[in-house]
């Protein structure tokens, strides 16, 4: 019987038909091999730069009042499509007691944690971020995520709001909330760098939606040869993250090579996305990449992915097209969701083949 995959756009993803087992207990088993499920033994063979030349740039937001410093931001965008974001205004405090609470959250018992798991129709709440075609003997990744809607208000679905630990809640709030005011400033200088009206731009995602995606990656015995997170771009407008400890595992794709990113503490790591890469007519770019898992220690990070509001035409901006060839052909944000977020993407061509003219 063909399972029909139907876009939520509450989540920015697709309805799964069933759990699989969860990933956290199996490492707990201490297995020295895992399911051919999560082996992709051709990563063995991928090429990783070390040359620490090719470290992400760094924005400072306290100078982008600057002329320069937005000179850079654009650059930034241009060429590179990641950035870490230092001196940004959320307060430490508030990134900090996110990240312990997120810690506790995982280390709770297993029967406890899946109080707020997903259900058949919805990808909201604790277990495994997989599509429906994942189940069909397709890889898997090698982590378990707590994924929650934080804005617009009237979308969260408190059913899947851990309660336990009890200040997760009120974490949780301040630090979405401090997040969407970092992005709004963030896209009202992409707007202005690409031309056109930063309020109108903007306007979009006021009001869209903000998904957390809270990632747990478990130490693997085969950490060679699987996977946190495949290769792919994100389907957002802006993407911010933050490592909730202090092990490294994402890698952007760059000249044909793997770059792992060195987080700087407390500093976001801001990456564009598949929506602004369309509006911006591919002047800014999404990147591929893609989270390796560590051997030994277990990795937790904390993305917050920003789409714009529904009923948004995802379409080149009038202003960015003035002198240039429109690149990406127009669709609606809940089909081009639909279509992008129902199958595995391998890296970019997805985008490319549903969206390029």
């Not at 995982?106 to 109080?115: C, D, G, H, R, S």
């Not at 003997?137 to 851990?162: C, G, T, Y």
Request: include cysteine; aromatic fraction near 8%.
């Amino acid at each position: 019987m063909e399972t029909k995959v139907q876009f939520d756009f509450r989540l920015g993803g697709d309805s799964i038909p069933g759990p699989v087992e969860n990933v956290q207990a199996l490492a707990s088993k201490n297995l020295k091999k895992v399911s051919s499920r999560y082996i992709r033994s051709e990563i063995e063979f991928d090429a990783i730069s070390m040359d620490e030349s090719f470290e992400i740039p760094v924005i400072d937001m306290s100078k982008l009042d600057d002329d320069s410093e937005r000179r850079n931001l654009h650059l930034v965008c241009r060429d590179w499509g990641f950035f870490q974001l230092i001196n940004h205004g959320v307060a430490n405090d508030v990134i900090e007691k996110m990240k312990i609470d997120l810690q506790e959250f995982f280390k709770l018992p297993l029967k406890e944690k899946m109080a707020f798991s997903k259900t058949p129709d919805n990808p909201e709440g604790y277990g495994q971020d997989i599509r429906a075609s994942d189940l069909e003997d397709q890889k898997l990744e090698w982590k378990d995520i707590l994924l929650l809607v934080a804005q617009p208000i009237n979308s969260r679905n408190m059913r899947f709001w851990p309660t336990n630990p009890r200040s997760f809640r009120e974490s949780f709030e301040k630090y979405t909330m401090a997040l969407h005011e970092v992005m709004i400033r963030l896209v009202k200088l992409v707007a202005e760098n690409l031309g056109t009206d930063p309020e109108a731009f903007s306007s979009f995602f006021e009001d869209g939606r903000q998904v957390i995606r809270m990632n747990y990656y478990p130490p693997c015995a085969e950490a060679r040869k699987v996977l946190g997170a495949f290769p792919h771009s994100d389907s957002s407008g802006l993407t911010l993250l933050i490592q909730a400890n202090e092990v490294e595992g994402l890698q952007i794709k760059r000249n044909e090579k793997w770059i792992p990113v060195k987080p700087i503490p407390g500093a976001f790591i801001v990456n564009i996305g598949d929506v602004i890469e369309i509006m911006s007519n591919g002047e800014y770019k999404s990147i591929e990449h893609r989270v390796v898992v560590n051997e030994d220690k277990e990795r937790l990070s904390i993305a917050s992915l920003h789409y714009p509001k529904k009923g948004t035409q995802i379409v080149p901006l009038p202003d960015v097209t003035k002198t240039n060839k429109v690149v990406y052909k127009s669709m609606p944000l809940e089909e081009f969701l639909t279509v992008r977020l129902s199958q595995r993407s391998n890296g970019k061509r997805l985008l490319d083949q549903i969206m390029k003219l």
